[in-house]
Nanobody
C-alpha cells in the first residue's frame, strides 16, 4: 500500500513563498506521474502540477511562472515550490500518485492533504 505524506503547508502573506513536500513510501519512479492537487472550500479539486516519470512537467494556467514541481528520486520525495502566492491559492493541497493512465482521474493514491492559507 502506498503512503503519501505531505508537509510544508501553513499561513503566509500574499507575495510570500512556501515549499510543500510529499514523501512517498515507494519509489516515485515506479509511478508514471506524481502530482499536486488543491481544493478550496466550495470548489472542486483541481490539478496544480504534475511531473512524469520521465521528468516532464505540467502546470495549471493559474500557477504557471509561480509554482515549480520537482522531485528527489533518491529520497522518493516530490516538492512544490510556491512563489508569489495569492489569496486565491488558499486551499488544501494534496499529493497524488498515478501508476497507469494519462488522465487526472487516474491518480489512485492520495496523501492526507496540507492546508495552505494566503492572507491579503
Amino acid at each position: 500500500q502506498v503512503q503519501l505524506v505531505e508537509s510544508g503547508g501553513g499561513l503566509v502573506q500574499a507575495g510570500g513563498s512556501l515549499r510543500l513536500s510529499c514523501a512517498n513510501s515507494r519509489s516515485i519512479l515506479s509511478f508514471n506521474a506524481m502530482g499536486w492537487f488543491r481544493q478550496a472550500p466550495g470548489r472542486q479539486r483541481e490539478l496544480v502540477a504534475l511531473i512524469s516519470s520521465g521528468g516532464s512537467t505540467n502546470y495549471a494556467d493559474s500557477v504557471k511562472g509561480r509554482f515549480t514541481i520537482s522531485r528527489d528520486s533518491r529520497n522518493n520525495t516530490v516538492y512544490l515550490q510556491m512563489n508569489s502566492l495569492k489569496p486565491e491559492d488558499t486551499a488544501v493541497y494534496y499529493c497524488a500518485a498515478r501508476r497507469v493512465g494519462v488522465s487526472t482521474s487516474s491518480f489512485g493514491s492520495w496523501g492526507q492533504g496540507t492546508q495552505v492559507t494566503v492572507s491579503s
